[in-house]
């Protein structure tokens, strides 16, 4: 594993100005293909169905995949990858910030319904998705001990994820106002995720901010990266091709976790040295928020027209 450096690419300053903006990156051939394809075939080896036998994907008792990990020959591609994703968060949040990834992943694989494209009945919008922000608790209250954290989403491709192929799903931005709406909310408590903002530039707690804006679906090729912040409203998308969608979801987290779940929740990059001097366009990082005479916030949605 000592090539894991320079086996990943540098990630730019206008990269990074992206991911700040935006909350995620994508990097194209982002680990390179044998690597991939190993661990791609060690994954299908471990599956109860071939890649490409459509009848058995769909079949409702085809058994469920979720030991696929724990029925892998060997984890060691996985570990290599989770090294590369690692290294590729470090340039983001800062060297010797990243707790060690260890050789597990979140293998999310996403199975097509069945539905076509072009069929009438297909979901095709982002509102039929169950987008949410992890370790938070959307709808009801969750204990202390139970609040997650993790710093960052650090994802690869296993195989082409072609467009509406259930890929990664995200807000773009929607960590930024994660951000202010946990200055004046708990983590404890969910209330049903993140609300909409009113025309008047309030919270508006009869919708959810997600169902105010698209959600992006990210395709690519195998060994496509997916760098996230951990605040970004997201979702698997929806999958209407014939292949199972599969990920390697890798949490890269700062060991502090529990101590700074809170603040980081605040300030969302509080705790990404790397960031702090990462510069987003003029006004970008204006605060949103004003206090109103009657002591209450107002959240200005002019400044966020761009
Ligand atoms: O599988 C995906 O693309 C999304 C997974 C997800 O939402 C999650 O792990 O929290």
Redesign the pocket.
Known sequence: MATTTAAVKQISEAQKREFKELGFLVIRDGIESELIQEASDVMWAAMPHDKDDYEAILDPDTPSPSGVQDAMETNEPIAEINQRLHAYGEQLVGEGTLGAPGDRT?L?L?YPKGVRSNDPRAPQVSTDL???I?GWGNEFELDEDEVGYNTM?A?AYLDRVRPQG????VWPGSHWTAGEYFQSHSLKSGKGGVPGISEEGRWDYDMRRSDQADGFELWGEAGTVILAHYKIE????INLSPNV?S?A?TRLSREDGDEIKHEAAKDIWKYWPAMQDVEVYPGFEESVIEEQPSGGPTYILERRRY
């Open positions: 979140h999310a996403r169950n987008s949410h992890d989403f994802i259930g890929g990664f799903t997201h979702s698997a998308g969608r990920a979801i």
